[in-house]
C-alpha cells in the first residue's frame, strides 16, 4: 500500500517522535497499517516501546492536518436532518451532562469545553449559572454556538487562547484528545489553567477493546490521521498522573459510540465501503456521490443482510465487554492534584 505522505528525513521524523511522545522519545514497532476512509491515503499504527503509546505515523504536521479535514467533518448539523441521528445527538449530550452533575450537581462553576460543536453543554451549564467557555475547530459550528446560543466560543487550538492561570473548575475533552497533535503539551496546559481542586472529563477511543482486537485495520474509531494517538486505559491514565491529575474514575461504556463502532466495524471487515452506514445515517453525501449506483446497492444490499445479524451481535459483544473494561470507550474523571 503506498503512502500519501513520504517517510520524512530523520530530523524532521524525531522531531514528530517528539509532538506525539507521551513521556519519551522512543519510537516502536508497525502494529499494522490502515486507511484512511476519506482521502485514501494509508498510515501505519505503531506502539512506543518506551511509554506504550500508540499512534498514528507519519504525523501530519500542524498544516498538512487541515487538509484531511472536510467542511462537514463532525458537523452535527449534517446529522441533525435525519430523525434517528437528531435523537442520538440529543442523547449523547445528555450522558455528558450527567456525567459532570455527578460531582457538581448543587455548585456553580466555571467551564471549558474543547472541541465544544454547537455548545449544547455548555448553553447547558450557562443556563444553570455557571461561566462557560469553548474552543471548536468547525467553523460552521463554533459559528452556530456564538450567533445561534450566543456562547463565547472561538476557533481554533484551545493553548492559542492563553488563559490565565487556575481559570476553570472543569474541562472536558469529549473524542478530542486523540486529535491533538501534542497530548503531553496539551494536559500540562489543562492542568495550568484548572482551579486547585478543578476536574478534567476525557473521552477516548479504546484501543484495547475487544472491537479494535477484532477489526483491527477495519475498526470505525481508528480514524486515521485524525487520530492521531490511540489509547489504552493504562496509557490514558498514566499521561493523567504525569501532567499532576489524579483519576478519581473511569469507565468503558459508551451508548453513543460503542454499539454503532462495532457494527460498523464488522462491516467494514466483511468488505464494505469502509464506514459507509456512518456516512449513509449521518447524511454524508459528498462521499456517496463519488459512487457508482451499482456500488451504492452493492451496499445498501450488504447492510439489508448483514445488519440482521450484527446489531444484536454488536449489542450482546459490548455489553459483555464491560466487565473486562474492554468497552470501545474510555472514559476518565481527573482532579487536579499539586505538586
Given at each position: 500500500m503506498k503512502m500519501i505522505?513520504?517517510?520524512v528525513q530523520e530530523e524532521t521524523r524525531q522531531k514528530r517522535v517528539d509532538d506525539?511522545?507521551?513521556c519519551c522519545k522512543g519510537e516502536g514497532p508497525v502494529l499494522f497499517e490502515t486507511r484512511d476512509y476519506i482521502s485514501n491515503a494509508v498510515f501505519q499504527i505503531r506502539r512506543c516501546e518506551n511509554c506504550g503509546?500508540?499512534?498514528t505515523y507519519p504525523q501530519p504536521s500542524r498544516e498538512e492536518i487541515k487538509d484531511f479535514y472536510?467542511?462537514?467533518y463532525y458537523d452535527e448539523k449534517m446529522m441533525l436532518h435525519n430523525f434517528f441521528a437528531k435523537q442520538f445527538v440529543k442523547f449523547y449530550q445528555w450522558a455528558r451532562?450527567?456525567?459532570?452533575?455527578l460531582y457538581f450537581r448543587d455548585n456553580n462553576g466555571s467551564m471549558l469545553d474543547i472541541?465544544?460543536?454547537?455548545?449544547?453543554?455548555?448553553?447547558?451549564?450557562?443556563?444553570?449559572?455557571w461561566e462557560v467557555c469553548g474552543t471548536e475547530l468547525s467553523e460552521i459550528s463554533s459559528d452556530f454556538a456564538r450567533k445561534g446560543l450566543r456562547l463565547n466560543v472561538s476557533i481554533g487550538d484551545f493553548k492559542e487562547r492563553h488563559f490565565e492561570r487556575e481559570t476553570f473548575d472543569v474541562v472536558s475533552l469529549w473524542h478530542v484528545?486523540?486529535?491533538l497533535l501534542r497530548p503531553k503539551d496539551a494536559l500540562e496546559e489543562i492542568w495550568r489553567i484548572t482551579k486547585k481542586e478543578g476536574m478534567i472529563f476525557v473521552s477516548v477511543p479504546n484501543f484495547s477493546s475487544w472491537q479494535s482486537r477484532i477489526s483491527r485495520q477495519f475498526w470505525f474509531h481508528l480514524d486515521v490521521p485524525r487520530h492521531l494517538s490511540h489509547f489504552t486505559p493504562k496509557s490514558m491514565e498514566r499521561l493523567l498522573e504525569i501532567a499532576g491529575f489524579h483519576v478519581m474514575s473511569r469507565s468503558?461504556?459508551?451508548?453513543?459510540?460503542?454499539?454503532?463502532?462495532?457494527v460498523q466495524s464488522l462491516l467494514n471487515l466483511m468488505g464494505g465501503d469502509f464506514n459507509f452506514l456512518w456516512d449513509l445515517l449521518s447524511r454524508k453525501a459528498g462521499r456517496m456521490r463519488g459512487m457508482s449506483k451499482s456500488k451504492i446497492l452493492k451496499n445498501l444490499a450488504l447492510l439489508s443482510l448483514l445488519c440482521p445479524f450484527y446489531v444484536p451481535i454488536g449489542f450482546l459483544l459490548e455489553l459483555l465487554s464491560i466487565p473486562f473494561f474492554s468497552g470501545s470507550v474510555i472514559t476518565v474523571v481527573a482532579r487536579k492534584i499539586e505538586p
Open positions: 505522505m513520504p517517510l506525539y511522545a507521551v503509546l500508540i499512534y472536510p467542511r462537514e451532562i450527567r456525567k459532570i452533575l472541541g465544544c460543536g454547537r455548545g449544547w453543554q455548555l448553553k447547558y451549564f450557562q443556563q444553570k449559572g484528545f486523540e486529535h468503558c461504556l459508551s451508548f453513543e459510540y460503542g454499539f454503532f463502532g462495532i
